[in-house]
């Protein structure tokens, strides 16, 4: 706020600059115009110096001099003097005494013109006009200050407070047309941070709980089996069919334990994907816009060639911002595992269906590990040293079948191909 107030400073500092500068422009210019008639009528008093005849002067040689008369000291009628010092008929004049061998023989006076336009009245508009300049700006920079800058500065700690997990509390609302939605989007923003919050903190109970009760439960079986192996170990069962029951419980109770084991990565995977998918329509251009204008710009930094292929905007079926999420974990995919060379986007129908088709070029997988390329945790021999969790197209194949479609894999010598299916 400080440098903004010093740029008001400047603004205001940089009219008085421009208004005393010009205001000393039009003083010179006044200067020099009255110059012009002075210079002329010393030309004429030299030349009346050297034996001209007044009578004869060609006056239309001169620009400003537009009459000359002669008053000799002889002349001492008080009408004729004053008649001669005292005309004026709105003209303007300038007055010389006339000396010959220094001695005052009489005056001389010229009438003259100075250009039509008036310095004062330029003056005194051009200031007008350079302090409404002024006033129109300072008033853009407060406008600015009120309804940009101080609204940005209530915001200085939200996006601190947010980081620290202090959700609680309300922003200020803001009728400003240029901050309003994006105010009223961080307050949204805030509130969805608060029950995302308290939700987290009520699955980690719920999770706590259910590892408490599966690990008090998984502990029966585990001590059954220690039970039956050391009885295996120690030859106390002496029949046949005894150790054959003995076995056959280890294997009940080995089955029992991987269901717990089953039940806790099931629980695992609903965390993971605990989110609302919306049931609602939307086109698709909208959905391809919201994509690409964040993708082609990154693809244009890797420098890797996005080919988008023409495509009918159908209404589409689902969540736009779940799909939006399909498509940015398939790009962030493509960006860890890909070549970097290309990534192609086509579209075509099928059964009722719109499918998207996005194909990237890079080393196939192999056929062991693309069979468990939708799997959770999964990751494939080419990721070691690269960063992530192997969930990206597990929750892409989650959000599509959410949204009743649904997303397939194609393997080629080029690349691979993933195909969303949309309803």
Not at 16 to 35: C, P, T, V, W, Y
Not at 130 to 148: F, H, P, R, W
Not at 214 to 233: F, G, R, W
Request: hydrophobic residues 40%.
């Amino acid at each position: 706020m400080k440098k903004y107030n010093q740029l008001i400073l400047f603004s205001v500092t940089l009219y008085l600059i421009l208004a005393f500068f010009l205001g000393s422009s039009l003083i010179h210019m006044e200067d020099k115009r009255n110059q012009t008639y002075r210079v002329e009528s010393n030309r004429i008093m030299e030349k009346i110096n050297m034996g001209e005849p007044i009578e004869e002067m060609i006056l239309s040689a001169y620009s400003s001099i537009q009459g000359i008369k002669f008053l000799d000291i002889s002349v001492t009628e008080k009408k004729s003097v004053d008649s001669f010092f005292n005309e004026n008929n709105n003209e303007k004049i300038h007055i010389e005494p006339y000396y010959k061998a220094d001695e005052l023989i009489g005056y001389v006076k010229f009438i003259y013109q100075l250009p039509s336009f008036n310095i004062e009245q330029i003056f005194w508009r051009s200031q007008l006009t350079l302090g409404i300049l002024e006033l129109s700006i300072v008033g853009v920079l407060i406008y600015l200050k009120k309804k940009i800058i101080y609204p940005f500065q209530r915001l200085n700690n939200v996006a601190l407070d947010l980081s620290k997990g202090h959700f609680k509390g309300s922003i200020q609302e803001e009728k400003s047309r240029y901050l309003g939605r994006f105010m009223w989007g961080i307050s949204q923003l805030k509130d969805k941070l608060d029950i995302f919050y308290q939700r987290q903190l009520e699955l980690m109970k719920d999770k706590k709980t259910i590892l408490l009760s599966l690990s008090h439960d998984i502990k029966t079986p585990i001590n059954l089996i220690k039970l039956y192996s050391k009885a295996l170990e120690e030859n106390i069962y002496i029949k046949e069919e005894d150790q054959l029951h003995a076995m056959h419980q280890i294997g009940e109770k080995a089955a029992e334990i991987e269901n717990y084991v089953e039940e806790i990565i099931r629980s695992s995977r609903e965390d993971i994907l605990d989110v609302q998918i919306e049931e609602g329509e939307f086109y698709l251009t909208d959905l391809m816009k919201r994509v690409l204008a964040v993708y082609q710009e990154q693809c244009d930094l890797r420098q890797i060639k996005l080919t988008v292929q023409k495509f009918d905007n159908r209404l589409l079926k689902g969540d736009i911002e779940r799909s939006q999420e399909v498509f940015e974990n398939l790009f962030e995919n493509v960006f860890k595992y890909g070549d970097g060379r290309s990534i192609d986007i086509s579209f075509y129908e099928e059964d009722y269906c719109q499918l998207v088709r996005f194909f990237n070029t890079g080393e196939p997988v192999c056929d062991n590990e693309f069979n468990h390329i939708f799997e959770s945790f999964f990751r494939g021999s080419n990721s070691q040293g690269l960063k992530g969790n192997g969930l990206g197209l597990y929750i892409c194949r989650e959000y599509m079948r959410k949204m009743d479609g649904d997303i397939f894999a194609e393997k080629t010598k080029e690349g691979i191909a993933f195909i969303l299916v949309f309803r």
